[in-house]
């Protein structure tokens, strides 16, 4: 197994992406801690983790909220010893979010909590763990939004997913040489009821659609193996890295 004798901490692992990593990084071998802040489905998460014979803890934390994220990191050591992954999948895409002259102030620090700060406060305390250690992955979520400008904006989701691509780069020379190292994942459009929800039509969906050379919306397992990856030892050498798993989106002009 991949990710055998490994502890990882995933946020953002009660539904969708962070639930399908947690699924497969158990089946891999890991022990898992699965952190939401949706208490019902986060133990139907480790709940199925466990049915199939895996390791998993749920520790309900708002990843925004720093006493919350110091607690399950120390909940994560107390059950597991060590932590070996931290995978800083939390994030949200509201649909009151928009261009900067119409985004509230409010939904503007809401988005930069979850997606952003949750990352920055989880590092902080997983990070002094794994220098312990001398080895640690750390897998930040971004977005293929980041590089591209849109006619129908998103502008504090886009930053947020901005501010992780920089993150990542200075994680990864801050504590490269403490054998941590720090990638990011950018999904192109997933076929999420998130997303779906922002289909107004059949000609809303096919005009995005249209844009992926591969023909088709990502699914959750295309990103969950990137991260497979990157977590296990055979990126051992990867590290700065901006993954971009998109269908080819960023690749057309046209």
């Not at 055998?4 to 953002?12: F, L, Q, R, W, Y």
């Not at 022990?31 to 709940?47: C, F, L, M, P, Y």
């Not at 997933?190 to 249209?210: F, K």
């Amino acid at each position: 197994m991949r990710l055998a004798g490994k502890v990882a901490i995933i946020t953002g692992a009660a539904s969708g992406m962070g639930q399908a990593a947690a699924l497969l990084f158990a089946q891999e071998g890991a022990s898992v801690v699965v952190t939401d802040v949706n208490a019902e489905a986060g133990e139907q998460t480790i709940k199925s983790i466990r049915d199939a014979g895996g390791t998993a803890l749920f520790v309900k934390t708002n990843v925004a909220n720093e006493e919350e994220v110091k607690a399950m990191v120390t909940t994560a050591v107390d059950a597991f010893g060590h932590v070996d992954i931290l995978y800083n999948n939390a994030g949200i895409m509201p649909m009151d979010d928009g261009s900067v002259t119409d985004i509230t102030e409010m939904t503007w620090d809401r988005i930069m909590d979850v997606n952003i700060k949750s990352a920055f406060l989880c590092s902080k305390y997983v990070i002094p763990i794994m220098m312990k250690h001398e080895k640690g992955s750390i897998i930040n979520v971004a977005s293929f939004v980041a590089f591209m400008g849109c006619t129908v904006p998103q502008d504090a989701y886009t930053v947020s997913k901005g501010g992780m691509l920089s993150l990542t780069k200075s994680l990864a020379v801050q504590y490269g040489r403490h054998g941590i190292r720090c990638n990011a994942i950018c999904p192109g459009p997933i076929e999420t009821p998130l997303l779906r929800a922002l289909w107004t039509s059949e000609e809303a969906r096919n005009l995005r659609l249209n844009r992926i050379p591969l023909g088709r919306f990502g699914e959750a397992k295309d990103i969950v193996y990137m991260a497979l990856y990157l977590a296990s030892d055979e990126s051992s050498w990867t590290t700065g890295a901006w993954l971009t798993v998109d269908g080819g989106i960023t690749s057309n002009y046209f």
